[in-house]
């Protein structure tokens, strides 16, 4: 698989290839991304799942989003480093942790998501769309609205 870009955790037992560049990507500051990533947000680069190979052994952790959703996370086992995540309401996505990735550059983020739960020491970058919280049903169009407003 050619790569637009590669990842890996800090171990460097998990390691990702994707042959396409992200088609969005977001600053979560929901609670969870902010207990999962230890700081005030995470940021994720969405790509459709055929994308984007994984090998390495990882550990998943599944836990229901305020729509109800079920946001599976996949980690590490051996040095706790967050990979990506899958969310149950879009089954062909894959949402790459940013901190996984091994050329930062290449994401580019487009969208604030739950603003209204950063932390006021992690402020939300002003240049970029905000929504209070999650667009209504998680929707990709509506996200891809605000990013063009």
């Not at 550059?105 to 970029?128: F, T």
Request: hydrophobic share 35%; with cysteine; proline share 8%.
């Amino acid at each position: 698989m050619e790569s637009a870009f590669t990842g890996s955790c800090l171990c460097g037992n998990v390691q990702l290839k994707s042959r396409m560049k992200p088609q969005m990507a977001a600053h979560c500051h929901c609670d969870d991304c902010r207990k999962s990533s230890g700081t005030g947000h995470c940021t994720h680069a969405a790509l459709p799942k055929e994308a984007v190979e994984v090998t390495g052994e990882l550990t998943f952790f599944d836990k229901p989003a305020d729509s109800g959703n079920v946001v599976t996370r996949g980690f590490c086992p051996t040095c706790g480093s967050a990979m990506y995540s899958l969310n149950s309401s879009m089954t062909d996505l894959i949402f790459v942790r940013a901190s996984a990735v091994d050329q930062p550059e290449v994401i580019e983020p487009q969208v604030n998501v739950y603003a209204s739960r950063a932390p006021s020491w992690d402020e939300v970058d002003p240049k970029l769309p905000a929504f209070p919280e999650m667009p209504p049903q998680g929707s990709r169009e509506v996200i891809e609205e605000g990013v063009h407003e």
